[in-house]
């Protein structure tokens, strides 16, 4: 009886076995639960084509691979990486191994996309990094890892210790595969002397023999190993049907390699074995360049995961006791020593220090903070003992909510990045039909130069340097930006802002610090002062804007009943059955059917108006402070041509002193949002491309108005999710410095994509005409690569212009 071998592995199917997938119209046996896995993911995939053009059989997987992921199914595991978008909604960042360029971005989105439960897949090429969104209960995060590895990647939650043993592996497999190509690229290289020499000057035919077998010996390692990256990425991309610059790469060092086997075996012809070592060693040099600056962004990713310790020291009933971070819960309280960082986000409850929290805004002049001060996850307590309440830890902290901001931006792709994947993909196919044509050229002319000509223009055109040209720039500005406290979390950012030519500014909050104070309490009824306060902060508690920051200290009245909050206009409530307003007088008088009353005559910045259903009570007068860079940050702007206007809910006489100390000629002065909107559409429709700066819930439709929105750190969870960029340094001046990076961004790109097409557009006619040979093309087309990667790196050079000692005095 024959024995039944597994269709996949070829290994013996064990007896009784019930394993089988139906392939290429037939139920084909297989062995075990790995093999009919891999089997089904193949046909699945629409590849059935593999089964038809393989060789040998493909290698049995290992059986306990699916269970290693399932780990990552554990909610105590997950709670580490994965956040919670929805009911039924998770998201999480990947690092990818096996990734080699944009065409395995498009293979992993194309396939992943399929998977049942999957909400969305977003791959960014340059960091081999994916944020992808799946329902829990259609699919197992175990099962998106699984479906990884069945294309032939390696997925593990970016930051965790797996991701970063898999770029040690990585780093690793780089540079034994780039020693293998350097040793045997010498010796073949030596070996080749001896072979020019006798061309010229006779050589016996035994010695040739000897030498171009001796060449053999040592170009196959590194065909077969330091070359393989090249076929894979190569192999997978033409399976799905889609051109990458492998496929060129691949087809020229296999061609080389079997002209030169052909000519070494029959003792005929021209041998290439070392423009096959050459050109496949400066091809990984290139790579391996790529590769570490691709790694040193994630491990200053992965650097601010570990920041927060491993362990805290918690309170309990004056009881220490060291407790691992994760075990923290909201309301804990904890003790921070001097040096030591803050584990998670609360509040001060004991204690007076210095915190430096740099990692958050890019400052390193330590913040004072005492009793009710809030404190981030991350940060360092400088000076003295510090006890802390519990707000949030792990994933909720808001350095991980800035790290899921970082993800977000680097998983969307800008239309730059995608015009220039598109270029490259139509380049690739023009090169092989071009590369054709050449060949049949010089076949009919001399066939004897054909193999090498065409190798030349194979390898001399591959457009490397087009697909790197944007999203090396991109992230090297992206990640020098976020090092200055400007963070990105829209992928058009750095493409539209680098077109900024007018600049909008929203005052309290932005301009200032959004720190109110009570300065003067006027009553107009004859109720006491006392009194006048505790019914506004009845009104004002549980406001998050920053008018409502000044009561948050003051006694209240009780609470009050029906809140109507008018987004930019005030507060109306009921306190002990009776109807209040507090806001803008125009505002008040609408709301309880009153006269409008005029402002007071005083200096204060804001006033705002209180009254009852029967009568005006009074005015509590706010004053706020100008925010460290403002002035700066006006003068910065102005000078890179970009107008700056400023507008306001506020009153007319404090936004005119506000303009007139930072030095801005046009501003409005109560304005509503939709009047701030109108505004805006206004400029935009005259040509103008808007940059809006805003901090609150009534700056959100403007901010979604304009081309550009920036929020400041201290803004709302609801307006920092709707801006496309952060000023988490909370430093105004970091405005000029984002605008001039972005210029500068874009400089690069032009620079990089005309480089690319230019280098092409001349190395191309020559390695045609003959006059590249094959080593000299792989050389050109690395250096053209490398090139694009240090211009890109150069932006990291780049250091902005803090607001000077003058201007701070000046502010002053």
Known sequence: MTESRCYHCNLPVPPGSCYSVVIQGQSRPLCCPGCQAVAAAIVNGGLERFYHYRSVAAVRPEEDRDLSLEVYDLPDVQADFVSVLDTDLLSADLAIAGMTCSACAWLIEEHLARTSGVESVRVNAASHRCKISWHPGRVKFSHLLSAFVAIGYEARPAGDSAAEAARQRENRRYLLRLGVAGIAMMQVGMVAIALYAGAFSGIESQWQSLLRWASLLMATPVVFYSARPFFVAATRALCRGYLVMDVPVSIAILLAYGASLWATLTGSGDVYFDSVTMFTFFLLLGRFLEMRVRHRNAHLVAGFARLI??????????????????????????????????????????????????????????????????VSAGTVNAENPLQICVRATGRRTRLAAIMDLVDQAQAEKPRQAAVADRIAGW???????????????????????????????????????????????????????????????????????????????????????????????IATAGDDNAT?????????????????????????????????????EGISGVIAGKLYAIGKPAFVADALQLATAPYPNTGAGVWLALASKDSWLGWIGLDDQLRSGARNAVERLEDLDVSVQLLSGDRNEAVARMAGRLGIDQWLAEVSPRDKLERIRELQSAGRVIMMVGDGINDIPVLSGADISVAMADATDFTRLHADSLLISGNLSSLAGALVMARRTAAVIRQNLWWALAYNSLALPLAAAGMVPPWAAAIGMSASSLLVVVNALQLSLYRSVDTSPVSRQAEA
């Not at 196919?429 to 065409?454: E, F, K, M, N, Q």
């Open 309 to 374: 310790p491993d362990a805290a020291t918690r309170l309990v009933a004056g009881v220490e006791q060291t407790v691992p971070v994760k075990a923290l819960a909201a309301g804990d309280l904890v003790r921070v020593d001097s040096g030591a960082t803050i584990p998670c986000d609360g509040e001060v409850v004991s204690g007076r220090s210095s915190v430096i929290e740099s990692v958050m805004t890019g400052e390193q002049t330590p913040v004072t903070k005492g009793p009710g001060s809030a």
């Open 427 to 521: 380049f690739v196919g023009a090169v092989l039909v071009v590369a054709l044509l050449v060949a049949g050229y010089w076949w009919w002319h001399d066939p004897h130069r054909v193999i090498w000509i065409t190798l030349s223009v194979l390898v001399v055109t591959c457009p490397c340097a087009l697909s790197l040209a944007t999203p090396a720039a991109l992230t090297v500005a992206t990640g020098e930006l976020r090092r200055k406290g400007f963070l990105i979390h829209r992928a058009h950012v750095l493409e539209t802002l680098a077109r900024v030519d007018c600049c909008v500014l929203d005052k309290t909050g932005t301009l200032t610090l959004g720190d109110m104070r009570i300065q003067q309490v």
């Open 532 to 568: 006048l306060l505790a019914l506004a902060t009845s009104l004002e508690r549980g406001s998050r804007h920053p008018i409502a920051r000044a009561f948050a200290r003051e006694p209240d009245a009780g609470i009050a009943m029906n809140l109507d909050h008018r987004v930019g």
